[in-house]
């Protein structure tokens, strides 16, 4: 590892492909796969994620969140299908038709424009329209109302319903079966009704997200959506560990810039909030929130050194942190400091940081600041 350099995070886009191919055998052979890559798929770099699963026979293709994250896609060349998770806002729908961008679709007044740009084009655009089952976020409802909306998607002449999804509010939880049971028995007697009563099937129905793809590999229909499994990492600590073997994929890095030693009774870093039992050694570790580590790990948090943890004290800064080098006297200045991953028999993981941090491992990982924490890719 490169002694210079401050803080980095390596990415193994060989262990992304592996939870992908992990989670496809607990699929149904028939079900295909969209990787989630929004918010630069989750902090591990979107598009070096969409080169490395591009050509899995079994991935239909990505889900983004917002436009500009599926243009940064197609501009780097990206084939496969994209489908926006969200509501996309109007002044872009030329470009979806051009770049074959999928929107989700639930308003009418969005219908109707999107239909009109493409008529405009000659062009016909592929839509997927969103089922509200249970999150209350985005989504037609499963009833009469929903069913008008869907006749008015059919007769858009210029847009074709090439899916339709929901998405699952408790499938992380052991206590959230019911409600996951009665969001897939809307969404299914919605398609059926579709079926049924417009004469349309919908070739791509879809409701599972990464707990759903580990805990109700029923559900899954024509495909399912995996997020933060595909970066080996879990939904919830409800989700069982045993059914889909994951591995993280990204570990963090920084080296020790500065030891000292103080004497009993020295306060650390803002506000004072440690103060030195007994003569100790400190590191400094020049990664602070500004970087996205949080500033609630103040006091809580550790690191590893030398294969050993290392406990923070005081209070996180933008840019530093203190950590005690008690139980660790071979530490020196430059020394390697595994913030998240592997050293010797210890690992910190995202979970781990997630919970002692009050928050959790989505968040950590999407906070990670792009600009500051350089993304080193390995295979
Ligand atoms: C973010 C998102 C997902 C992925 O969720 P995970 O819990 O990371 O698997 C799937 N579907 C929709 C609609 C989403 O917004």
Same mark, same amino acid.
């Given at each position: 590892m490169d002694m210079n350099m401050r803080v980095k995070a390596v990415v193994d886009l060989g262990a992304i492909r592996d939870n992908m191919i992990s989670m496809k055998k607990n699929m149904h052979e028939n079900a295909r796969m969209a990787a989630v890559i929004k918010t630069d798929a989750y902090g591990h770099g979107a598009v070096q994620v969409a080169g490395a699963l591009e050509?899995?026979?079994f991935l239909w293709g990505y889900c983004v969140a917002t436009f500009e994250e599926a243009q940064e896609l197609r501009q780097s060349g990206i084939k496969k299908p994209i489908l926006i998770l969200g509501y996309t806002f109007p002044y872009c729908y030329a470009q979806l038709v051009e770049e074959e961008i999928r929107p989700v679709v639930f308003r009418k007044d969005t219908l109707k424009e999107l239909d009109e740009t493409a008529a405009r084009m000659g062009r016909n655009l592929a839509i997927h329209v969103a089922l509200d089952?249970?999150?209350?976020?985005?989504g037609v409802k499963p009833d009469d109302s929903g069913i008008d909306f869907m006749k008015a998607a059919l007769a858009?002449?210029?847009?074709?319903?090439e899916g339709i999804f929901t998405h699952f509010?408790?499938? /992380? %939880?052991? &206590?959230?079966r019911d409600a996951t049971q009665r969001q897939f028995d809307l969404f299914a007697s919605f398609n059926k009704r579709v079926e049924e009563e417009?004469?349309?099937?919908?070739p791509i129905q879809d409701c599972s997200n990464s707990a759903g793809i580990i805990?109700?590999?029923?559900?899954?229909?024509d495909m399912a959506r995996a997020g933060i499994t595909m970066y080996?990492?879990?939904?919830? /600590? %409800?989700? &069982?560990?045993?059914?889909v073997a994951l591995k993280p994929a990204m570990s963090i890095y920084s080296h020790i810039a500065y030891i000292k030693e103080i004497d009993a009774g020295t306060p650390v870093s803002y506000g004072g909030t440690f103060t030195a039992p007994q003569k100790m050694t400190i590191a400094t570790i020049p990664v602070g929130y500004g970087d996205?580590?949080?500033?609630?790990?103040?006091n809580k948090g550790n690191v590893l050194i030398h294969g050993k943890r290392a406990h923070i004290v005081g209070r996180v800064c933008m840019d530093q942190f203190m950590v005690s080098l008690e139980g660790i006297p071979e530490a020196k200045e430059g020394d390697l400091v595994t913030i998240m991953g592997r050293d010797g028999d210890e690992t910190i993981s995202a979970e781990d940081i997630g919970r002692l941090s009050g928050r959790f491992n989505y968040e950590f990982v999407c906070d990670l600041s792009e600009k500051r924490v350089p993304r080193e890719y390995i295979r």
């Open positions: 050509d899995l026979p089952t249970g999150m209350s976020r985005i858009c002449k210029n847009l074709t319903v509010a408790r499938a /992380d %939880e052991e &206590s959230g417009l004469g349309y099937h919908i805990t109700y590999p029923q559900y899954n229909e080996g990492l879990w939904p919830s /600590d %409800e989700v &069982s560990r045993d059914i996205g580590y949080p500033r609630s790990l103040s």
